[in-house]
């Protein structure tokens, strides 16, 4: 890949970066305004060799979440590169709808592994577009947060948000 943007923004959870491609599809993007952070989640292989700041949609589309439209990160491109099981599972992460999460057993199961409960936690911990890809919907069995690369207190926050009660704490 040659060249890509990225922009932070003010969320209520801290700043939050996206890095898209020249197609507009959001690469990778967490709660961090250290670019080289953002950058390392996308697969060396597939980083950009230039990134220069510019506004996107993919922006817009956070700050309308954050304002209560939950579905405005739905239609948001993403561009993601893996194993056939990694790009399922990560189709199958955007069809979890908020406010009703999965245990990553059951996430297992929704990709017709389901003794493969490692398999999807660890899709879920190589997912580079957080929020867009919405891996922070899954949890441990019984309810416990389980991990988040961008820490529990963000996990939480968003599971909150889109249920409209407190998630359980890990």
Request: hydrophobic fraction near 50%; charge should be negative.
């Amino acid at each position: 890949m040659t060249a890509a943007t990225i922009q932070t923004v003010d969320t209520p959870d801290g700043p939050f970066t996206i890095l898209s491609d020249d197609d507009a599809r959001v690469l990778a993007s967490g709660w961090s305004d250290d670019v080289d952070r953002i950058v390392a989640r996308v697969r060396a292989a597939d980083r950009p060799s230039a990134v220069a700041k510019a506004e996107t949609d993919a922006a817009a589309a956070v700050l309308a979440y954050y304002a209560g439209e939950l579905e405005a990160i739905d239609g948001i491109p993403v561009a993601q590169y893996g194993t056939a099981m990694q790009l399922a599972g990560w189709r199958a992460l955007r069809d979890i709808a908020p406010g009703r999460p999965l245990t990553y057993a059951e996430f297992a199961v929704e990709l017709g592994s389901p003794s493969a409960v490692r398999a999807a936690a660890s899709i879920c911990a190589r997912n580079a577009p957080a929020l867009f890809v919405p891996c922070h919907r899954v949890l441990r069995t019984g309810g416990a947060l389980g991990g988040f690369a961008w820490g529990l207190d963000v996990k939480r926050s968003l599971l909150d948000r889109e249920a409209g009660v407190p998630a359980l704490l890990s």
